[in-house]
């Protein structure tokens, strides 16, 4: 090992590296000139890869963040390692920048934090052209291929950017990546230069992996969130709906429920995360941009309303639970059907995304034998509606679980069959809904024609 990084550690009190991270800061230290690429799984110290050579070099080295909560983060983390750190980004004032500017001149900065946007102003590149940097590093870089191409075009200029600035160490950071990133990366990061791929795998043996399925999320939600441990983490895919089911878990629930996403005020995000990093029992509602940002280590379970666009983001999102290394659980939540999928590991589908082979699986619902469909609460109540001299038809089955009495069903002794009102405590949404999934999920079938036409068929054995 290096001299100059023996005495680094000793001077931040840490005792040993992580193989993977002396070899990217090694590799830093040695050549003048490196383009590389580290996926390295979520909680293998990314960020040290990048401070310690930080602290070593003469120059600056620049870090660009796809977001502000994760730029925040990094500014706590190198202040607290006594780092010299300023950070370009939108909505800062004239004498705020002249400041930055001021202290690059200067040459007590180690560290400047920016994202694609800012980077790609005239005057700030100006400026910067004006600092030799040693290193330009971009964490997250998965965001380069999956959000340049839609809501982030800055992302598609950063390779122009670090052109311009003449940066002779480039790093690209991230947790996940697929092949097809990783080739992205030669033109869009690299501009085709050869490039160094230093890889990890993305297994996470800590975290199970588990399919729920439910009938209605109305219902299935709360009681998981209440079954699980906590804190927990759950992600949505709009600001609509992290509000809409932050309300609906308080409200079933009675825990400290809230929500984060990017229409709050810069006031109202600080506060949410100040809470969710110092609670032990909170549950966080967020989209999936904010998820990127969450660094709190001791999250327990994360659940996923749906499934994410691309693995990417799925393991992205899953890899905010146990980033301590204790056992943590990843949810998603999937609309049951009467018939089974056939399953395989869910660790090895996920991993093989990736181009890996999974090890053996440390824990998922299918290695286990749970990944069979529940059958619904109330499949023993529908086989007595089978058998009963009257029957009934769509309405009827659902005024009979509603604990409604269509006049039909007067003199039919139904309302004294057990299951009688088996909804009539849930809200009419949840109703809606749990009838949809019935039909949908085609636990419940009608005869289409002939005699019985409109009328419940049997349940499949």
Request: charged share 25%; with cysteine.
């Amino acid at each position: 090992m290096d001299e100059r990084l023996e005495a680094a550690l000793k001077t931040w009190g840490i005792s040993y590296l992580f193989p993977y991270q002396e070899l990217v800061i090694q590799g830093l230290l040695d050549r003048e000139a490196v383009r590389q690429a580290v996926i390295l799984p979520t909680g293998a110290g990314k960020s040290l890869c990048f401070q310690l050579p930080a602290a070593l070099f003469e120059n600056p080295t620049l870090v660009v963040y796809p977001l502000r909560s994760l730029t925040a983060d990094q500014k706590r983390r190198s202040d607290q390692a006594g780092l010299t750190t300023v950070i370009l980004q939108g909505g800062q004032t004239k004498p705020q920048r002249q400041q930055v500017w001021d202290k690059l001149a200067a040459g007590k900065v180690k560290l400047i934090l920016s994202n694609p946007e800012t980077l790609a102003q005239p005057k700030v590149l100006r400026e910067l052209q004006k600092v030799a940097l040693s290193h330009a590093v971009i964490d997250e870089a998965h965001c380069v291929e999956l959000w340049g191409n839609s809501f982030r075009p800055g992302y598609r200029e950063l390779g122009s950017v670090l052109k311009k600035l003449e940066v002779p160490r480039i790093t690209a950071f991230t947790a996940t990546a697929t092949s097809r990133i990783v080739e992205d990366w030669a033109q869009s990061l690299f501009g085709g230069e050869a490039f160094s791929l230093i890889r990890a795998t993305a297994d996470r043996p800590n975290l199970d992996f588990v399919h729920e399925p439910y009938l209605s999320l109305r219902r299935s939600l709360p009681r998981a969130v209440l079954r699980e441990a906590r804190p927990a983490l759950v992600f949505c895919r709009s600001r609509e709906q992290v509000r809409r089911w932050a309300h609906h878990l308080h409200r079933e629930t009675a825990l400290d429920v809230r929500f984060y996403h990017a229409g709050l005020t810069r006031e109202e995000k600080t506060g949410i995360e100040q809470w969710f990093f110092q609670s032990q029992d909170g549950v966080l509602l967020a989209t999936n941009a904010y998820g990127m940002g969450v660094d709190k280590s001791g999250i327990r379970t994360v659940f996923h309303l749906e499934e994410a666009p691309g693995p990417e983001d799925y393991l992205q999102e899953a890899g905010r639970a146990g980033r301590d290394g204790n056992p943590a659980r990843a949810i998603l939540f999937v609309r049951a059907k009467a018939k089974k999928a056939v399953c395989t590991c869910r660790r090895a589908t996920l991993l093989s995304a990736f181009g890996e082979e999974a090890p053996a699986c440390s824990g998922c619902d299918v290695c286990r034998g749970q990944d069979s469909v529940p059958p619904p609460d109330l499949s023993p109540v529908l086989r007595r509606l089978e058998k009963a001299v009257h029957r009934l038809d769509r309405e009827e089955v659902r005024s009979f679980l509603a604990g409604r009495i269509p006049p039909a069903l007067w003199e039919s002794g139904l309302p004294q069959v057990p299951g009688w009102g088996l909804w009539k405590d849930e809200d009419d949404l949840t109703v809606r809904e749990l009838w949809k999934a019935l039909e949908e999920g085609e636990w419940l079938k009608f005869h289409e024609r002939g005699l019985w036409k409109g009328l419940l068929k049997p349940l499949p054995v």
